[in-house]
């Protein structure tokens, strides 16, 4: 697994969410994968998703977490 591939931690993010049912395991790998490149929306959509579900407030800039605005809408 390499460490600074982004693809790598959101596809590990969908199998903790998807097959695993490891919601905070899936969160943390999908802002691993936005943190490493911010221009992966499918991680920061993701990741806003997560972060809705488990009750946290999405401000429309993402909590300060640089996410462009148009991936988290409220």
Request: include cysteine; charged fraction near 25%; proline fraction near 3%.
């Amino acid at each position: 697994m390499d460490p600074h591939n982004s693809e790598t931690f959101e596809y590990l993010g969908h199998y903790y969410s998807e097959v695993g049912g490891d919601m905070s395991r899936a969160r943390k790998c999908h802002q691993k994968a936005f943190d490493l490149d911010n221009q992966n929306e499918a991680a920061g959509e993701k990741l806003c998703d997560l972060l809705k579900q488990e009750g946290e407030e999405v401000s429309i800039s993402g909590q300060g977490m640089g996410l462009p605005k148009h991936l988290c809408t409220i």
